[in-house]
C-alpha cells in the first residue's frame, strides 16, 4: 500500500452563473513515504488546487468532485470535521507561498506557532514555548529566544518562510504540502530555504508534495514530477526520466522554454563602434522619507537605491541589468525613463545631454525612450480599448489620427502575432503575455531608440515568457531599437542581451559580455547568483543546439 | 462599465429601483398627475382622506395629494441640482489632489478637515441665515456638505492609480496634466462616482427634509415634504395622516435610494475584480 494515494480526483470551482467550472480532472497518483513529488505546470493548471484537495481543502467556491484522497488507506475526503481538524497541521501540514500572509500582522510569530505546538501536541504554555524554540533552532532560526518576541514586519522574508515552515512542523507532519513557498522570495533567499526543506526531507523523513512553476527548484528537490495542464495530469514519473525523455508535448515544451544561462545567447548584436544611445554615470537616488513639519527636511533612511551607478548601452544594443530585489534596478530604469530625478550624477542620450524629468525633455527625446513595465494589467489602462491605448502614441508622436491609425495599430498587433480583432477588446479580455505584448506594440508605436523593460516577463508563465521574449527581440531587431533589458533572473538575461550589469544595493558589481560573466564570475555574488541559477540544470537535458554548459550536465 | 446582472436581482435591489422610479416618475409627471394646484385652496380645512380629495386636504383647505406629488419634484430638483455640483466638482478637485500631491493636496484636504469639523446643523443654520432660503442658496448648501466627502472618496481611489503603469506611460508620453486627469485616471473613478452620487442623493433629501422641518428650508405656500411634516404636527392629535402621508414619501424615496445605492455598487463589483477570457 502506498503512503499516499489519489484516484479519479476532480475538483470543481462554482462560476457566478451557479454551474461547476472544473479546475482539476481526473488526477491520479501515488507516492511512497519519504518521496517527494514536484506539481509543476503553468498559472490556472490546477497544480495549487490539486495540492490544497491533498488537505480535504478547496480555496472558497471549489468543491471536491469526485475521487478518492488515501493517506495511509484512509479516505480524507470520508473524515467528519473534528477528524479534519486533527488532520490538518497534524498529519498533513500546509507551506503557503505568501508568508506574510499566513501570518497574523499583530501577534508575535513565537505565539504564533507555539499555538500550533499546544493545540497539535496538546500542551502546555510552557513546553509548547519550549517546543517552539526547539523549532525555531530546527529549521535555523538565528537567535530563537529573541525571534520568538518579535512580529512578522520585522522578519526578513526568508525568515518570515522559516517561521511559517516551522508553524507545519509543530505537528510533526508525515506529509508536507508546499505551494510555491520560494516564489516571492529572492534568489539567494530560495537557496537557504531550499536547503532548509531539503533537510527536513532528509531529517523528519516527511513525504512532500512541492508545488512550484520553477522547473529547476522540482528537478532539485525532487524524486518523481507530475505535469499539470488544464486540470489534467499529462505527464507523470521520476524526476529524472520526465526532464530527460519527456514523453508528452507540453512537457518537452515546458523544458525547452526554461531560460538557462548555459544555453548561448542569440542576443541582438550592438552596432559596430560609435557613440553608446545612452551613457549614464554617478547616478545617485535616495528616497526621501517624509517630512516630518512642512519646515523639517526629509529624514534619511540610510541607505541608497542608486549609489554612483554608471553604465552605457551601445545602439541597437540589448544591456541586461541584473539584480535582486531592493537592488536598485528599477530605481534606475524610472531615473533613465523620466519618472524620477536623480540627486546625482549625468545622462547622456545620443549624445546629448538628457534632462532629467520626462516633462523636461522634448517631444522628441520622449518619443526615442520607451518604456514597458513589470505587471501588463496595470500597464493598460482598462478603459479604454486596445485600439486607443496604441492610438495614443500614434497621434502625440507621429499625428496618425481615424483610419490610418487604426490601421498602424493593427499592424503592430499583427508584428506580435496578435490578432487585429484585438484593437476592440478592453484589456481585461486579454490573458497576461497578450496584454503584455500590447505593452510592447505601444511602446514600438512610437519607434523609439531605446526601449527600457522593467521585469517585463517576471508576471508570466514560462512558456509565455520564451514567446514575448522571442517576440521583444524579432521587433527589436527590425526597427534596430536599443534596449535596457531589467530582470533578476539570470535564464532570461542569457537570452535577450549580449552584455550584462550586476547591480547590489545600488552599486554596479560586475560588468562585461553576458556569456563571459555567467560562466566566470569574478564578483563573489555574481558567483553566489549564477549558483543559485544553475543548481536544478544537472536534471535537465541537453537541447540539441545548444552549448555544453559550463556547469557541466552529465550525459 | 461592466454591470454584474445578477446583483440587481436581489429582492432589496428590485425594491429599490422600484421605489425610485415609481418616485421619479411622480416627479417628472406631476403637474399633469396632480388633480389640483397644490396651493390653491379647493376643500375644507382638514378634509380627512377619500371622496372627491383622495388624500384629504391641509389646514388652509390644499389637495394634499397634490401637494405630496409636487413636493416630491421640488425636493428632487433641489438635491439633485445640489449632489450633481458637489460630485462633479469633488471628482475633478479629489483627482487634481491626488494627482498633483503637495501644496495643493495639503490646503484641500485640510479645508475638507474644517468642514467635516462643524456639526452638519449648525453649518447649514449658519449658512441659511447668512444667505437666505432662495433656491439657488439650497443647491449651493447642498453641494458644499456634501463636496468633501466626495473628494475624500475620489482622491483615495485615484491615489490607487497615480503609480499605475497606464499613468506613467501617459506622464512619459508627455500628455497634459488634463488629459492624464480626463483620459487616464477619471474613467477608473466612475464606479466610485456614480455610487457615491446615488448615496449622497438619499443623505441630501433628508437633509433638505430635516431643513424644511426646522424651517431652515423653503417657506410656505412651496410644497415641501419636510414643511408639511412639520405644518401637520399641531393636528397629530385629530389628523395623523398630515404628518404620516409626507413621512412615507419621504421615507419610501430614501430607502428607495439607498437600496438602489447598495444593488449598483454590487452591480458595478467594486471589489471583486473578474478574470480573463481566451488563452494566450
Known sequence: ?555 | MRIDPFALRKPAALLGLALVAIHLVLALFSPWIAPFDPTELVGGRVDPPGGEFLLGTDALGRDYLSRLLHGGRMALFVTFTGVVAAVTAGSLAGIAAAWFGGTLDDVLMRLCDVKLALPGILFVSLFITGFGESFGVLVTLIGLVYFPGVIRIVRAQALTQVNLGYVKAAQLRGESAFSIIAREILPNTLDVVYVEFAIRMSHAVLLLSTMSYLGLGLSPPTPDWGLMVSEGVGQLAFAPWLVLFPAVFISTLVIGLNFGAEALAGALGLDASRGHVGGT
Open chain 1, 1 to 555: 500500500m502506498s503512503f499516499l494515494e489519489v484516484k479519479g480526483l476532480g475538483v470543481g470551482y462554482r462560476r457566478p452563473d451557479g454551474r461547476l467550472g472544473p479546475a482539476v480532472i481526473d488526477a491520479a497518483f501515488s507516492l511512497a513515504e519519504g518521496e517527494s513529488l514536484g506539481l509543476v505546470g503553468e498559472s490556472g493548471s490546477g497544480k495549487s488546487t490539486l495540492a490544497r484537495a491533498l488537505l480535504g481543502y478547496c480555496r472558497p467556491g471549489g468543491v471536491i468532485t469526485s475521487g478518492e484522497i488515501l493517506l495511509e488507506g484512509e479516505d480524507i475526503r470520508k473524515l467528519d470535521g473534528a477528524g479534519i481538524r486533527r488532520l490538518r497541521g497534524g498529519r498533513v501540514a500546509f507551506v503557503p507561498q505568501n508568508p506574510l500572509s499566513s501570518l497574523t500582522p499583530h501577534l508575535r510569530v513565537g505565539s504564533q506557532v507555539a499555538e500550533a505546538v499546544r493545540i497539535h501536541r496538546r500542551c502546555g504554555a510552557e513546553e509548547a514555548r519550549q517546543a517552539t524554540l526547539e523549532l525555531f533552532a530546527a529549521v535555523n532560526l538565528p537567535d530563537p529566544a529573541a525571534l520568538y518576541d518579535r512580529f512578522p514586519h520585522e522578519l526578513s522574508g526568508g525568515q518570515r518562510q522559516r517561521v511559517v515552515i516551522s508553524a507545519a512542523l509543530a505537528g510533526e507532519p508525515r506529509l508536507v504540502v508546499l505551494d510555491e513557498p520560494t516564489t516571492a522570495l529572492d534568489k539567494t533567499t530560495e537557496i537557504q530555504v531550499l536547503e532548509l526543506v531539503r533537510s527536513l526531507r532528509d531529517r523528519f523523513k516527511a513525504t512532500l508534495v512541492y508545488v512550484s512553476h520553477d522547473l529547476n527548484v522540482v528537478a532539485e528537490m525532487c524524486d518523481r514530477v507530475l505535469v499539470m495542464l488544464q486540470g489534467r495530469v499529462v505527464e507523470q514519473g521520476a524526476t529524472t526520466r520526465v526532464y530527460r525523455a519527456p514523453a508528452h508535448d507540453y512537457t518537452r515544451r515546458l523544458i525547452a522554454a526554461v531560460p538557462r544561462i548555459d544555453r548561448a545567447a542569440q542576443a541582438v548584436a550592438p552596432a559596430a563602434g560609435g557613440e553608446p544611445i545612452l551613457a549614464v554615470a554617478d547616478l545617485a537616488y535616495r528616497y526621501a522619507t517624509r517630512r516630518r513639519w512642512p519646515w523639517s527636511r526629509g529624514a534619511d533612511d540610510g541607505r541608497p537605491a542608486l549609489a554612483g551607478v554608471s553604465f552605457a548601452v551601445a545602439a541597437g544594443e540589448t544591456l541586461g541589468l541584473v539584480g535582486e530585489s531592493g537592488s536598485g534596478k528599477s530605481t534606475a530604469a524610472a531615473v533613465i525613463a523620466g519618472l524620477i530625478a536623480p540627486d546625482g550624477g549625468n545622462l547622456r542620450f545620443a549624445g546629448k545631454p538628457l534632462p532629467t524629468l520626462a516633462s523636461a525633455r522634448d517631444p522628441a527625446t520622449r518619443r526615442r525612450i520607451q518604456i514597458i513595465f513589470q505587471d501588463p494589467l496595470s500597464s493598460l489602462n482598462p478603459r479604454h480599448r486596445i485600439e486607443a491605448i496604441l492610438a495614443r502614441p500614434l497621434a502625440l508622436f507621429h499625428g496618425l489620427a481615424g483610419a490610418a491609425a487604426r490601421k498602424r495599430a493593427g499592424e503592430l498587433l499583427g508584428q506580435l502575432q496578435l490578432d487585429p480583432a484585438f484593437l476592440d477588446c478592453y484589456p481585461r479580455q486579454l490573458s497576461g503575455g497578450q496584454q503584455q505584448r500590447v505593452a510592447i506594440a505601444r511602446a514600438f508605436a512610437a519607434d523609439p531608440d531605446l526601449i527600457i523593460c522593467d521585469e517585463i516577463t517576471s508576471a508570466l508563465d514560462v512558456s509565455v515568457q520564451a514567446q514575448v521574449l522571442e517576440l521583444l527581440k524579432s521587433l527589436q531587431r527590425r526597427s534596430g531599437a536599443a534596449c535596457l533589458f531589467i530582470s533578476h533572473d539570470l535564464g532570461v538575461i542569457a537570452q535577450v542581451a549580449a552584455r550584462v550589469v550586476v547591480l547590489r544595493d545600488g552599486t554596479v558589481r560586475e560588468t562585461g559580455a553576458t556569456a563571459e560573466v555567467f560562466r566566470r564570475p569574478a564578483d563573489p555574488y555574481t558567483r553566489t547568483l549564477v549558483d543559485a541559477a544553475t543548481r536544478g540544470y544537472a536534471s535537465l537535458p541537453d537541447l540539441p543546439g545548444t552549448s555544453a554548459a559550463a556547469n557541466g550536465t552529465e550525459p
